[in-house]
């Protein structure tokens, strides 16, 4: 079973910094298979990445995604406002088919 | 624009089932699957399954096999998700969300489901 960790927990950045998110996994994930989502309190998920390294319609270039293997990063070059949200890494793959890790918070300091 | 509209919040009490709905419009609803991804209290995302929604075939996370049904209807373009012999620990958001090449595209507005005696 393959199981994401997310570090940090959670973030504290000011508006304007750049935040970088981390997401481990326990075995090798295809790059193609790795994304992440922005939440917003009482909202539904929203896809930001996918293919780790692919940004979803809509979404601006400040963020970005990389890595391949067992770690991958999602990188927010300048924080907006808008930008604070939990965000949450997604692998298909090795059983569970799909499975999150378990957030991380970017908080406002 | 693509849509999913999910029924309205449930509560149920333990040992009953609850039937989530979602609606989908905007797209050829036959064209995608459709996952079911689910959320506790404070807690993170949880993806419980898929079903095919041209043939019907799905695929259920091992925890929730023998425990939840997912189908759909065609012809009015609905995808459904029932769970069984509700525990207190199913209190949760149930989410659906449209699947495009492995990742989740459009997601439902959420069915907020308390499970209380």
């Known amino acids: 079973e393959i199981v994401l960790t997310q570090s940090p927990g959670t973030l504290s950045l000011s508006p304007g910094e750049r935040a970088t998110l981390s997401c481990r996994a326990s075995?090798?994930?295809?790059?193609?298979?790795l994304a992440w989502y922005q939440q917003k309190p009482g909202q539904a998920p929203r896809l930001v990445i996918y293919?780790?390294?692919s940004r979803a319609t809509g979404i601006p270039d400040r963020f970005s995604g990389s890595g391949s293997g067992t770690d991958f990063t999602l990188t927010i070059s300048r924080l907006e406002p808008e930008d604070f949200a939990v965000y949450y890494c997604?692998?298909?793959?090795?059983?569970?088919?799909?499975?999150f890790g378990q957030g991380t918070k970017l908080e406002i300091k | 624009q693509v849509q999913l509209v999910q029924s309205g919040a449930e509560v149920k009490k333990p040992g009953a089932s609850v039937k989530v709905s979602c609606k989908a419009s905007?797209?050829?609803?036959?064209?995608?699957?459709m996952h079911w991804v689910r959320q506790a209290p404070g807690q993170g995302l949880e993806w419980m399954g898929w079903i095919n929604s041209n043939s019907g075939v799905t695929n259920y996370a091992q925890r929730f096999q023998g425990r939840v049904t997912m189908t759909r209807d065609t012809s009015i373009s609905t995808a459904y998700m029932e769970l069984h012999r509700l525990r207190s620990d199913d209190s949760a958001v149930y989410y659906c969300a449209r699947e495009r090449s492995v990742n989740f595209d459009y997601w439902g507005q959420g069915t907020v489901v308390t499970v209380s005696s």
């Open positions: 905007g797209y050829t609803f036959t064209a995608y699957y």
């Open positions: 075995q090798s994930v295809t790059s193609s298979y």
């Open positions: 997604q692998q298909y793959g090795s059983s569970p088919r799909y499975s």
């Open positions: 293919g780790a390294s």
